[in-house]
Every structure is written in structure tokens, then in C-alpha cells.
């Protein structure tokens, strides 16, 4: 494993750990984190929420339920190295974050990794598509098989649940496997002739 991809992985470890310290700090603060820190729809005073509101979360279940899917879809998208990683999650904070703010009711505080999470969901079934390397396509049949039910998660279904951060994340990691440059694959080119053989490369 390269040391891009190390780098990586430790750095989403160290989101969800950063996430924990958040909420045992808001806990003590009786959730004034959240309202500081959360995503308002609506509001132009705080564009920098994009940013923090999916470190918040509402409460010790809420961050329960998001910790090991984080963990294991991104570091499933870690695997790409620390550039793509860091590149992805920009992007699907930015259109989630964008989606929330407009699609959201005046007003509405809304925190939470889910976006995070819908997003690596999306980019992982994306690249491998994309990518079409033996790698990537085990990802996303693995990826599909242990996590293909939520993509009822981006239909509003519960009441306080933001259907908004799953539809818009998942389209922001469409949209990083998308965009993103395909990795290279290593070609050899072979130029010396021998007898009776043709030139050519060899593409592992």
C-alpha cells in the first residue's frame, strides 16, 4: 500500500475521531455546536458551514449510525490516495451543502456526515464503472452488496432526517467520480524487435 493511500486512510480516521470530540464537547454545551456550526438554509451569514456541519451531529445515535459506514466507505474511497480523497469530499460537501442551503425550509439547521457518506456511496458505484480496473469494480460490487439499500435514503421518508444531504451527496460523488482524472494505467512500451515478434506495449 502506498503512503498516499496510508495518509489517507489515517485521515479518515481522524474526521471520525474528529467528529467524536465534537459531539462529547457539544454534549457538555447542551448542543449549542450544532446551532453555531450546522449548515441554515437560507442563511448567507455563514457559508462556511458547508464546511463544518458534517462534523455536527444531532446526537450520540445520530453520529452511531453515521461512524461505520464513514469509516468504511471512506476509506474504500482513501484507497484512490489522500489527492482524490480530499478532492472528493470537497465537492460532495460543496453540492450537498449547496442542495441543503436551497432545498431545505428557511431556516432549517442541518448537521451530519450522511452527505459524506451517500457521497463515497456514489463515487465508489461510479468509478468503478468508470475506471473499469479489477480493483475499483470489486469496490463497487462489494459496495453495492453490504450498502445498496441506501439509495432509498435520498427519498424524503422520516421527518427530521435530511433526504436533502443524502440525494445532493450522492450526486456530489457522482459528480467527483466524474470529473476526476482517471488514474494512468503504467504502459511499457516495448521497442526492441526481435525476430519473428511484433513491437508494441504491454498495459497491466
Not at 8 to 22: D, E, K, Q
Not at 112 to 128: D, H, N, Q
Not at 175 to 188: F, K, M, S
Request: with cysteine; hydrophobic share 50%; proline share 4%.
Amino acid at each position: 500500500m502506498t503512503q498516499s493511500r496510508i495518509t489517507a486512510i489515517l485521515t479518515v480516521a481522524g474526521m471520525l475521531a474528529a467528529m467524536w470530540v465534537f459531539e462529547v464537547l457539544d454534549f457538555f454545551m447542551f448542543g449549542s455546536l450544532d446551532y453555531r456550526f450546522g449548515l441554515r438554509s437560507w442563511d448567507t451569514g455563514a457559508p462556511w458551514a458547508v464546511l463544518t456541519a458534517p462534523f455536527m451531529h444531532g446526537n450520540f445515535q445520530h453520529l452511531i449510525g453515521n461512524s461505520l459506514p464513514f469509516l468504511v466507505l471512506g476509506s474504500l474511497v482513501a484507497f484512490s490516495g489522500l489527492s482524490r480523497f480530499l478532492s472528493t469530499t470537497l465537492i460532495v460537501m460543496a453540492v450537498s451543502g449547496v442542495g441543503i442551503w436551497f432545498f431545505s425550509a428557511p431556516a432549517t439547521v442541518t448537521v451530519g456526515a450522511s452527505g459524506l457518506v451517500f457521497g463515497y456511496f456514489g463515487y465508489t458505484v461510479l468509478r468503478g464503472i468508470i475506471e473499469r480496473k479489477t480493483v475499483d469494480i470489486v469496490i463497487m460490487i462489494c459496495v453495492v452488496l453490504f450498502y445498496g439499500t441506501m439509495i432509498w435514503g435520498v427519498l424524503p421518508q422520516y421527518p427530521g432526517v435530511s433526504w436533502q444531504a443524502h440525494l445532493f451527496g450522492f450526486i456530489g460523488g457522482l459528480i467527483a467520480a466524474y470529473v476526476l482524472p482517471r488514474r494512468e494505467r503504467r504502459r511499457q512500451i516495448d521497442q526492441r524487435q526481435q525476430p519473428g515478434a511484433q513491437g508494441g506495449y504491454y498495459a497491466p
